[in-house]
């Protein structure tokens, strides 16, 4: 097939950023589609700013290119004014990288980051000329396949999704390739039917038409194999070494501006904080860092090949890495003097020693620190799990203001289990007292608090928990606002509307399906976007399905209740979430198992897996990992916390 | 280029294909990255950002194509200019090339302050509905008559007022002495094509403002910048010879 571009080309003169729309970033892939390729379209649904900078399709974009027997290009949800010239004009969902339509390729997969784009994804779908629903697909139509965070509950999506990946991507799309490869050969012997039976008995895939939800009365029963020979329980997939998969080696360099547009380098993927809000850290266990010369030369040829003069190194906590500050004090001097290399490390660990870590790579750009205590009071802390105590911030804050640092930004979670109203004020608490240590350091120090609406989410501790009505968010929301007037913090917080909707679709079940697909029909796209949410569509979609919105959404579930995702494996045993969640109402926090001896999560055991992690102890600094005396906190010292310096200390003027 | 820097480059380049779709914000950016991919050695700006010292000439909108705009970059030391064209265009994005490049003068001024003309080639065709599927048929006959005619008319006025908006503010400006030239041919598929030579001020017409003024019931298919000169003692010359210290190497794009 040809490329469209000549179709697309008049219809960019009238849109916003038509760049999105273009292609041609270094690192971009034009290959031929030759008969003895599988081609992949993989598709971010949402727009190209968000989704370009995805280390996760960017990975697969790479794998599947290197080999002979594979091609894969890419695609972003267009944004509403492209879409409305593209159905006028009969423009089909295309590739940037060939610009040839989806309807084309043998696979179409979706990266789901969020449960909000799940309508953008029937709207890709649609708009790419492919049937919506999985079962109205025929021989020739491409096999949708979806992966990433929100995968590990497939149900929502069972109705419109071939093949689900879970877990890591980097083996499945290889065996799927080949897999899809043979039935082309040999002429699609036994039909769609045949080839989906057989890449459900692949490890870490979920084909979702091989099973049956089975209900009783409202409640679900189990979902169990329709067909012979696929496991009763799909394991997720998991790259046991991260140093076999040194990429992406070319990253894509956007010639727009995108989200986090610099050098990301994943130092190590998976976490065991464990703190038990966060499905993050739970399906990604166990903690495999990458081999710190292998992150040498993944920063040193990043940095030469894309001309970027910053890099993030990324994880879920990159002050944990071993020897942290080895690799960014190497990095820094080796970029020293005009035109220096900035280096961010994303989800900082709140404590003084970070801090220090901070200090040392920001030495020219110290607009803003972020930090993430997620709840008010250390009770609370101690719930969830994350283990830091007043003292650790105020150290952390301390350090940052002292060193240069302007602004400091607060994290929090409003809705979590056992909050009362102390816990919620206990936010505006904290800020306050952030903002009289900056303004000990410097004049106009202000501080920023972001809070957003805890949604439980599957393969977590608080996967039995009900989510909090957005009336009581919004109460909880309003007490914070008020504590916080003339504060010099200024509060910012996410739509409790926005967050009752994700409720709808992260605990959902097959019933689900039907109410996204009334919610893409009804314009209801961009969810994730506050100018194109609307919450009615939902209410309404719900109410037209005959289900209730609470059910999925608020209500408290019970141990013996099946989970729509007790079918999907993510290593943890169902027993050990429940006496975590056990563990979190009796408010014990749990030590980090990098550290000190395993607990038996069930991940290594499970799957025979190991930690990779270059030192047995934990890094310096902070209370949290080891040995942390649990029932201290509360208080600030009348000392401030002494602070680690580093060679250039002079505070930036 | 200020002092402080030890030498200074002027890069001719060319933005042709899809990649008129990107800002002359992102051409920068996109130039800032290339000169460090390709490892020059870049003299930054002082302060608490520091950034490669470089200097543009008159922004191109976006949409539009050139085979001739021009940038001067500040280097700590001197280079081999020989290569530099090819390893700048390798690591350039796809439809960035540079065609030129020349060691600058000492105190050469700006090339925002010396470009003096600018020509531009205007494709116009048939009027389209770009949000249906364009198949533009032959042109009517008529075509070039009319275009044709309405250039007469605007070459025979002795003054031309447009309208501008900046900030919510409309002004009127007088631009007729700025058009220098303008021709007009039969281009390929059906479309005429319009040369234009226009002064580089804010008091010369713009080619959306020729288009608007010769081509407004039409589809306009593509705007190339063709030319930029620097006019000194009524000599026109490419910036990239006019403040050359030494022959500039010029390579086809």
């Known amino acids: 097939m040809s490329s469209l571009w000549p179709r697309i080309e008049p219809l960019l003169a009238r849109v916003s950023k038509p760049a999105r729309y273009i292609g041609l970033e270094r690192g971009a892939q034009r290959r031929d589609h030759h008969p003895g390729a599988v081609t992949w379209l993989l598709v971010y649904p949402d727009t190209y700013e968000i989704g370009l900078p995805n280390q996760g399709l960017q990975i697969l974009y790479e794998i599947l290119n290197e080999r002979p027997d594979a091609v894969a290009e890419r695609a972003y949800a267009p944004w509403v004014d492209m879409e409305a010239g593209m159905r006028a004009a009969g423009v089909p969902l295309f590739s940037v990288d060939g610009h040839r339509p989806a309807g084309t390729f043998d696979v179409v997969a979706f990266n789901l980051s969020a449960e909000l784009t799940y309508t953008n994804v029937l709207n890709c779908l649609d708009l790419g000329g492919v049937r919506v629903r999985a079962e109205a697909r025929g021989d020739d139509d491409p096999i949708v396949v979806a992966g990433g965070h929100c995968a590990f509950n497939p149900e929502p999506l069972a109705a419109f999704i071939d093949a689900f990946v879970i877990g890591d991507g980097e083996e499945p799309v290889g065996w799927i390739t080949e897999v899809l490869g043979d039935w082309k050969r040999h002429g699609r012997p036994g039909g769609r039917r045949a080839v989906l039976a057989e890449l459900a008995r692949l490890p870490g895939t979920y084909v979702p038409s091989c099973y049956e939800a089975v209900y009783d009365g409202a409640h679900l029963r189990e979902v169990v194999p329709r067909v012979a020979g696929v496991p009763e329980r799909v394991e997720k997939a998991t790259v046991a070494d991260l140093a076999d998969w040194p990429y992406p080696r070319r990253q894509l360099v956007p010639l727009i501006e995108v989200v986090h547009d610099r050098l990301n380098v994943e130092i190590f993927r998976g976490c065991t904080r464990g703190c038990r809000f966060c499905q993050a850290g739970m399906i990604t266990r166990p903690v495999r860092?990458?081999?710190?010369?292998?992150v040498r030369t993944m920063i040193r040829e990043g940095l030469a090949r894309t001309g970027y003069d910053e890099v993030a190194l990324t994880s879920l906590s990159s002050a944990d890495y071993s020897g942290i500050e080895g690799i960014v004090g190497e990095v820094?001097?080796?970029?020293?003097?005009?035109?220096?290399?900035?280096?961010?490390?994303?989800?900082?660990?709140?404590?003084?020693?970070?801090?220090?870590?901070?200090?040392?790579?920001?030495?020219?750009?110290?607009?803003?620190?972020?930090?993430?205590?997620?709840?008010?009071?250390w009770r609370l802390r101690r719930v969830i799990n994350k283990l830091i105590t007043e003292a650790d911030l105020y150290a952390a804050v301390e350090a940052a203001y002292s060193q240069g640092w302007r602004r400091v930004k607060l994290y929090f979670l409003t809705g979590l289990p056992t909050e009362t109203d102390e816990d919620t004020l206990g936010i505006a608490q904290l800020a306050r007292e952030v903002v009289a240590i900056g303004r000990r350091h410097v004049r106009g120090a202000s501080a920023t608090v972001s809070v957003g609406g805890f949604v439980p989410k599957p393969h977590t501790p608080f996967q039995w928990f009900g989510q909090n009505s957005v009336a009581e968010l919004e109460r909880k929301l309003g007490l914070l606002r008020d504590a916080l007037r003339r504060s010099g913090a200024q509060v910012r917080w996410h739509d409790p509307a926005a967050s009752f909707a994700e409720g709808i679709a992260s605990r959902g079940d097959r019933r689900i399906g039907p109410v996204i697909e009334r919610v893409w029909r009804a314009g209801g796209t961009f969810q994730e976007w506050s100018e194109r949410f609307d919450l009615r569509l939902w209410t309404d979609a719900m109410a037209a399905e005959g289900l209730d919105p609470d059910w999925y959404v608020t209500r408290h579930r019970d141990r013996d209740e099946t989970l729509p995702w007790d079918h999907i494996g993510a290593g943890l045993h169902k027993e050990f979430l429940w006496q975590d969640w056990q563990a979190a109402l009796a408010e014990h926090g749990l030590p980090d198992c990098r550290w000190t001896p395993c607990y038996d999560c069930g991940v290594c055991t499970g799957y025979a897996l190991e930690h990779v992690v270059a030192s047995p102890v934990p890094p310096a600094g902070g209370s949290q990992g080891t040995g942390q005396d649990l029932s201290r906190g509360g208080t600030r010292p009348e000392q401030p916390v002494p602070v680690r310096l580093g060679p250039t200390r002079s505070p930036a003027a | 280029m200020k002092s402080g820097a030890h030498t200074a480059l002027r890069l001719r380049y060319a933005k042709r294909g899809r990649i008129r779709f990107i800002s002359h914000r992102d051409v920068a950016r996109a130039f800032e990255r290339a000169l460090r991919a390709a490892g020059l050695p870049l003299a930054f700006t002082q302060g608490f950002t520091p950034r490669p010292r470089m200097g543009f000439g008159p922004a191109l909108a976006l949409g539009y194509e050139s085979d001739a705009e021009y940038l001067d970059v500040a280097l700590e030391r001197p280079v081999e200019l020989e290569r530099l064209p090819v390893d700048l265009s390798a690591v350039l994005p796809t439809g960035l090339t540079v065609t030129?490049?020349?060691?600058?003068?000492?105190?050469?001024?700006?090339?925002?302050e010396s470009i003096t003309h600018h020509c531009w080639e205007i494709e116009v065709t048939p009027a389209i509905d770009a949000f249906k599927d364009p198949a533009p048929g032959p042109a009517p006959a008529r075509l070039l008559d009319v275009v044709g005619g309405r250039v007469d008319a605007l070459r025979s006025r002795s003054a031309w007022e447009v309208e501008r908006d900046r900030k919510g503010i409309t002004t009127r400006v007088e631009v007729r002495a700025g058009l220098h030239r303008v021709e007009v041919v039969p281009g390929p598929d059906g479309a005429v094509?319009?040369?234009?030579?226009?002064?580089?001020?804010?008091?010369?017409?713009?080619?959306?403002?020729?288009?608007?003024?010769?081509?407004?019931?039409?589809?306009l298919r593509r705007v190339i910048r063709r030319a930029q000169w620097i006019e000194r003692d009524g000599v026109r010359r490419d910036p990239l010879v006019a403040d050359a210290a030494r022959t500039p190497l010029e390579c086809a794009s």
């Open chain 2, 193 to 219: 094509l319009l040369t234009v030579e226009v002064g580089a001020g804010a008091t010369s017409p713009r080619p959306a403002e020729v288009v608007a003024a010769v081509a407004a019931d039409l589809g």
């Open chain 2, 100 to 112: 030129g490049v020349a060691e600058l003068a000492a105190r050469a001024p700006a090339l925002g």
């Open chain 1, 289 to 294: 860092e990458r081999p710190a010369e292998q």
């Open chain 1, 332 to 377: 820094v001097q080796a970029t020293d003097g005009a035109g220096c290399v900035s280096v961010s490390l994303p989800s900082l660990r709140v404590d003084a020693f970070t801090v220090g870590v901070a200090s040392e790579i920001q030495r020219v750009r110290r607009t803003g620190l972020t930090f993430a205590p997620e709840a008010g009071t």
